[in-house]
């Protein structure tokens, strides 16, 4: 009997699924994509030969290539799950081998850049879904990757022309892949984004750079009494250099916009605090421990915080 999307309940969703970049988000997807029977065929591709290797050795991929237009030949589905940055580049050099009507996607944390990158060198017969996983760790590569990663999160679609059938499929992946799915424009992402992911990884590049070169505070220091609200900090900013490089320079704007609000914000803090104004800053620490408590059943919370999402590689 076919389900919703026209396919009998045991065939995978997809027949051809080409993964390029089988780092941390690629393998992941690799690995659900397996265990929710959402392809027949995973196919896997990485510049990197190291990748491959691994790729190889844990064995996330039926077929393993080096070129983008090689991968994505016969393929239904392929997903971009490299850098912001290399998007446009990778979409370049796959266009040659995409099929007519193959449906491409990525997992890029900002989207209206990597629309303007991609879609130029999609041919008229692909369809185009940008996504983006709002899951993640400070971990990289093949190896940081777990099927669960995606269960529970929110993952955000930004199709060019609103919901269609191919967004209709793309849905029904990340849902097979255990997320919620939210569609909005790519412009509305980027803003949003910027204020839940971007500017605090910002923020904590930061504190731990300025914290790591005060003279008085040595490195050992930083180290030893990194128990408390710094080693939060020391967790995000050990998130990966070129994916965030890539993240700040293509959604500059956004981010620039909310680092304003956010300088003027710290600013009435300073403020509050040279005055002695007691009740500025405790009704603002009672508004954001609110705000945590909706976010964070307390009851789940342990005495050992979890940093970093663990690889619990449960169904
Ligand atoms: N890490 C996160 O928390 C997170 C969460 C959501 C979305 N994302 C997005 O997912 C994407 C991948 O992030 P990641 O954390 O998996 O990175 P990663 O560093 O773990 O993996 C990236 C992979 O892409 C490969 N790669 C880089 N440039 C390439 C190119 N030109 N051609 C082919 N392969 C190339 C690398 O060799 C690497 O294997 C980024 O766009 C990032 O913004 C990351
Ligand atoms: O949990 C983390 O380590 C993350 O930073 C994940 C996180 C986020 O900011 O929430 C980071 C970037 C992504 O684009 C999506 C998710």
Same mark, same amino acid.
């Given at each position: 009997m076919p389900d919703g999307l026209g396919?009998?309940?045991?065939? &995978?969703?997809?027949?051809?699924?080409? /993964?390029i970049g089988v780092g941390l988000i690629g393998s992941s997807l690799a690995r659900v994509a397996r265990r929710k029977n959402l392809a027949r065929t995973i196919v896997a591709c990485d510049r990197s030969a190291a990748v491959r290797e691994r790729v190889v050795a844990l064995g996330l991929a039926d077929e393993t290539y080096?070129?983008?237009?090689?991968?994505?030949?016969?393929? =239904?589905?392929? /997903? !971009?799950?490299? #850098?912001?940055?290399?998007?446009?580049?990778?979409?370049?050099? +796959?266009?040659?081998?995409? %099929? &007519?009507?193959?449906?491409?996607? =990525?997992?890029?944390?900002?989207?209206?850049?990597?629309?303007?990158?991609?879609? #130029?060198? !999609?041919?008229?017969?692909? !369809?185009?879904?940008?996504?983006? &996983?709002?899951?993640?760790?400070?971990?990289?590569?093949? =190896?940081?990757?777990?099927?669960?990663?995606?269960?529970?999160?929110?993952?955000?679609? @930004?199709?060019?022309?609103?919901?269609?059938?191919? @967004?209709?499929?793309?849905?029904?992946?990340?849902?097979? %892949?255990?997320?919620?799915?939210?569609? +909005?424009? &790519? %412009?509305?992402?980027?803003?949003?984004?910027?204020? @839940?992911?971007?500017?605090?990884?910002? /923020? %904590?590049y930061n504190i731990v750079g300025t914290a790591a070169d005060l003279e008085e505070v040595t490195q050992s220091e930083v180290i030893k009494f990194s128990a408390g609200g710094f080693r939060d900090f020391t967790r995000i900013a050990a998130s990966d250099p070129t994916m965030w490089r890539d993240v700040f320079l293509n959604n500059k704007d956004a981010v620039l916009e909310m680092l304003g609000r956010f300088s003027e914000d710290l600013t009435a803090l300073q403020r509050a605090i040279r005055w002695g104004d007691g009740d500025a800053l405790f009704n603002l620490f009672t508004r954001t421990r609110a705000i945590r408590r909706s976010i964070i059943d307390v009851g789940q919370e342990t005495a050992e915080p979890d940093f970093g999402r663990r690889k619990v590689d449960e169904a």
């Open positions: 396919r009998g309940l045991d065939a &995978p969703l997809f027949e051809r699924v080409v /993964i080096e070129a983008p237009a090689e991968a994505v030949r016969g393929a =239904d589905f392929v /997903i !971009l799950c490299v #850098p912001v940055g290399a998007c446009g580049g990778v979409a370049e050099q +796959m266009k040659e081998g995409l %099929a &007519p009507g193959v449906i491409v996607s =990525d997992v890029g944390s900002v989207k209206q850049s990597v629309v303007n990158q991609v879609a #130029p060198h !999609l041919p008229e017969n692909a !369809l185009f879904v940008p996504a983006h &996983p709002v899951a993640g760790t400070e971990n990289s590569g093949p =190896d940081a990757g777990f099927a669960t990663l995606f269960k529970g999160r929110w993952c955000i679609l @930004t199709p060019p022309g609103g919901s269609d059938a191919a @967004t209709d499929r793309v849905r029904a992946f990340w849902e097979g %892949a255990g997320s919620n799915v939210e569609v +909005m424009t &790519p %412009a509305h992402h980027d803003l949003v984004l910027a204020i @839940t992911s971007h500017v605090p990884h910002l /923020i %904590a």
